[in-house]
């Protein structure tokens, strides 16, 4: 473990649960002429996943966003471990999501941007944001990134974790992150 890591010397990770809007994404969500939404992705938040899979940590997604095919599309080609997109409360609903991937929240760092992710924040083991988070959210957290949402903030999460838990991952000489 890394004694400068901005986490909590000791915590163990096994997986980093992260909402999709405001911190996969930039919060935007496009719409088409024919009525299409959808959303772009940072490809360094990609490589912040398969870095984190390769070194045993699961990766899952927490939305509440309308599920529209987008998020669970780019999840499905990442090899994000489990997807939960859907209204209510997102302490309830993290316990359920960890429960599925064999998890316990006492091992799992979130990172959310807004008031609908403080139940999640203050359940996780830590929890950090993008630095474009909502004051409230800021306010609660671990950390606060440098990063804002959409522009490397799960990637810099995801550096911090590996860092954090002494992880030193080849680069593989090719990852698909479309």
Excluded at 50 to 75: E, F, M, N, T, Y
Excluded at 101 to 112: D, H, M, N, R, S
């Amino acid at each position: 473990m890394n004694p400068n890591s901005p986490l909590p010397p000791g915590l163990a990770i096994g997986a980093v649960v992260s909402d999709v809007d405001g911190v996969l994404t930039d919060g935007s969500v496009g719409i088409s002429a024919s009525g299409h939404k959808f959303r772009t992705f940072h490809v360094h938040d990609g490589m912040g996943v398969k870095l984190l899979a390769a070194a045993g940590i699961r990766v899952a997604w927490l939305s509440s966003s309308q599920d529209d095919g987008v998020i669970r599309a780019r999840a499905a080609s990442l090899g994000v471990n489990a997807v939960d997109v859907a209204d209510g409360d997102k302490g309830a609903r993290l316990r359920r999501l960890c429960e599925a991937i064999g998890v316990p929240t006492t091992a799992v760092l979130y990172i959310g941007d807004d008031v609908n992710d403080l139940p999640a924040i203050h359940l996780a083991a830590c929890s950090v944001c993008p630095a474009d988070a909502r004051p409230e959210v800021r306010a609660a957290v671990t950390h606060v990134l440098k990063s804002p949402g959409g522009r490397g903030a799960f990637r810099e999460a995801a550096d911090i974790v590996l860092d954090h838990l002494g992880a030193h991952i080849p680069i593989p000489p090719s990852i698909e992150l479309a």
